[in-house]
Nanobody, 117 residues
Framework: VQLQASGGGLVQAGDFVRLSCAASGGLFSIYVMGWFRESPGKEREWVATVATGRNKYYADSVKDRFTIWRDNVKDTVYLQMNALKPEDTAVYYC????????????WGQGTQVTVSS
């Protein structure tokens, strides 16, 4: 499956951004979808996951501010990011894995989100 992320940009603290990740080349509904982020000097960090059954999981740092969901008709996963903080500044990556896989093994190209204070 190929993944194409979009929607990043430069925003101010407190603003919101919606990221999208369009999938192609596979049966989207069978993949667990996730968002990760990477900021300078830090390792890639898991942000959120939406399972095939639509159960959702969030990192503590984004819980109650970010929302992940999937549209299996549009083959797209979204990440709504509200109440953004400067520490949310990062390159955001969408990823996919089959349910039985231990790790995400399909990655999009990343989209930059910069939050100014």
């Amino acid at each position: 499956v190929q993944l194409q992320a979009s929607g990043g940009g430069l925003v101010q603290a407190g603003d919101f951004v919606r990221l999208s990740c369009a999938a192609s080349g596979g049966l989207f509904s069978i993949y667990v979808m996730g968002w990760f982020r990477e900021s300078p000097g830090k390792e890639r960090e898991w942000v959120a996951t939406v399972a095939t059954g639509r159960n959702k999981y969030y990192a503590d740092s984004v819980k109650d501010r970010f929302t992940i969901w999937r549209d299996n008709v549009k083959d797209t996963v979204y990440l709504q990011m509200n109440a953004l903080k400067p520490e949310d500044t990062a390159v955001y990556y969408c990823a996919a894995k089959l349910r039985e896989s231990r790790q995400f093994n399909y990655w999009g190209q990343g989209t930059q989100v910069t939050v100014s204070s």
